[in-house]
């Protein structure tokens, strides 16, 4: 063999690495292959979202061969909250890691699970260890978790009580697999959670607290380093709103003109994201030669849709800027009409938001009905979220995304007269308040005398924050002169929000009472 000649080395077939967006449909694969037998199921795509954007650093797979084997969720917390009696809803948020506190002292363990077809690998071992690793490099107290004890069930009549099964494992007299495992990892048991997860049939709903002291931790009276929370995003991101002049228009490609001209323009003051007005695609109607009934409008929208979903595309990767496409009402293949916004980011990458609920307008005109998925969007900026208009008068919506993560809520418009408007603004403002992120909304002006439901339009699009000290004063970023076509520009700080929500004057969603109440989306 020449001295010259390089050794090749093989892709290692088993590899522990950080989770990705991109892994969700084979994470919840995982879960549901490992659940399957307690009844206790697998996560939503949201609540993965949520885990994977609230603390990226703290989610792991282990991947052997290229096949997802193991799963470890994690994120920081403080130890006054861990340390105490709780739930597992109630410490996670409901399973999105929402309650991630960048300050936090401890890392809380919300899942550890393994392939059973894959167990000789000692992937358990890898992912404790993982974390142990993260704990460390974090210079946090320790790792806090709930432990299953899914033995407990079926040995619960033996030995009368768990606090009796408890103490049996403690004392070695008795061996678990998992109890046993965990202690042998240095964890100590503080106690039972009782009631932590009241479907976890095998672990008759207890759960064993336990703790793991990091050995390496700071002294209290040491200064602990400044984590860098989210690093790899930029600290300010620039959003443009387009306040959108509706005007008959010849054909198809004079529509696109006027989009790229409002493209063009904000990406020339280097904007991150963009956003149109809802159903501003309903200009294209004005080319046609007679008044439509609402019927024939759908039909004659629908050839319209893998155009400018193509078009949009083609602008946000040439100009470098992520589009948030207002909306387009959208014959679904199952026949469905659908009020949809495509978001087109400058990676080439398509996404789709449905309306969640129509307004009594839409459906009267246009037979449109409420989409059924609302997810986080993972851009270059991190994770943001599309509210399109009505929908943003439903608080449960966006809580949903801020718990997936999402730090900026595009909110496409479309209002006739000032007091529907107002509804919108008011509803947004309350959006950014309740969870200390920030809102951009875009709406329509002028008129199309020919075409249903879009008679007159009132819009004052705007760029909204919390109402607190690193913000604006009146809670505005940028606001527009009513009905007027024009655009509005902000720099808004990631920094800013995660500096409000982990001690601003009032921190909303910190202080949410998880003991109390939550929010469940079921997914369809």
Not at 87 to 115: F, Q
Not at 258 to 279: C, I, M, S
Not at 472 to 499: M, Y
Request: glycine letters at 8%; proline letters at 6%; aromatic letters at 10%.
């Amino acid at each position: 063999m020449s001295s010259t000649a390089k050794t090749k080395h093989p892709k290692p077939p088993l590899i522990v690495r950080n989770a990705r967006v991109k892994d969700i449909p084979h994470i919840r694969s995982l879960v549901s292959r490992v659940y399957r037998a307690s009844g206790m199921g697998t996560y939503s795509r949201a609540m993965l979202l949520g885990q994977i954007h609230n603390f990226p650093e703290g989610q792991f797979v282990a991947e052997y061969e290229g096949t997802i084997v193991g799963y470890c969720a994690t994120f920081l917390i403080n130890g006054d909250v861990a340390l105490q009696p709780h739930t597992w809803n109630e410490i996670t948020g409901g399973g999105y890691a929402s309650r991630h506190d960048p300050n936090g002292d401890y890392l809380y363990g919300m899942e550890v699970c393994v392939d059973p077809d894959y167990r000789g690998l000692r992937l358990g071992q890898r992912l404790y260890d993982e974390r142990k690793k993260l704990a460390r490099s974090w210079d946090v107290k320790g790792i806090v978790f709930g432990g299953r004890i899914p033995s407990l069930g079926k040995r619960l009549r033996r030995y009368g009580t768990p606090d009796a099964y408890l103490e049996e494992v403690k004392a070695n007299r008795l061996r678990d697999p998992v109890l046993t495992f965990q202690m042998r990892n240095g964890f100590e048991v503080l106690g039972l959670l009782p009631r932590y997860l009241p479907e976890d049939k095998e672990s008759e709903g207890y759960a064993v607290h336990l703790v793991w002291r990091n050995p390496n931790a700071p002294d209290e009276k040491e200064e602990q380093r400044a984590k860098s929370y989210g690093g790899r995003l930029p600290d300010t991101v620039r959003v443009a709103t387009v306040q959108y002049m509706q005007r008959r228009v010849g054909s198809f490609e004079e529509f696109t003109d006027l989009v790229r001209y409002f493209v063009d323009v904000t990406a020339d003051y280097r904007a991150d994201f963009v956003v149109f007005p809802e159903l501003f695609t309903l200009q294209l109607l004005s080319m046609e030669d007679q008044e439509l009934s609402p019927a024939e409008s759908i039909e004659a929208l629908t050839k319209y849709t893998e155009p400018l979903k193509e078009a949009l595309r083609d602008m946000a990767v040439r100009y470098n800027i992520n589009i948030i496409g207002g909306s387009h009402p959208t014959r679904m293949p199952n026949g469905r009409v659908e009020n949809v916004c495509y978001v087109c980011l400058r990676s080439g990458e398509v996404h789709e938001q449905p309306k969640i609920h129509p307004t009594p307008n839409e459906v009267y005109w246009w037979n449109i009905e409420g989409g059924h998925s609302l997810n986080a969007i993972d851009t270059d900026c991190g994770p943001i979220g599309v509210l399109i208009c009505y929908d943003a008068e439903f608080p449960e919506l966006g809580r949903h995304l801020v718990d997936q993560g999402a730090n900026i809520v595009f909110v496409p418009f479309c209002t006739d007269e000032r007091q529907s408007y107002l509804r919108v603004r008011y509803c947004a403002q309350a959006r950014a308040i309740e969870n200390q992120c920030y809102v951009a909304m875009s709406g329509n002006v002028g008129n199309l005398p020919k075409v249903h439901n879009m008679d007159i339009q009132y819009a004052q699009s705007c760029i909204l924050t919390p109402c607190d000290f690193p913000f604006a004063r009146d809670g505005i970023a940028a606001d527009t002169t009513p009905n007027v076509e024009t655009v509005a520009f902000a720099d808004l700080r990631l920094e800013a929000l995660r500096a409000a929500r982990n001690s601003g004057t009032v921190q909303n969603l910190k202080d949410r009472r998880h003991d109390l109440y939550t929010t469940v989306w079921r997914e369809r």
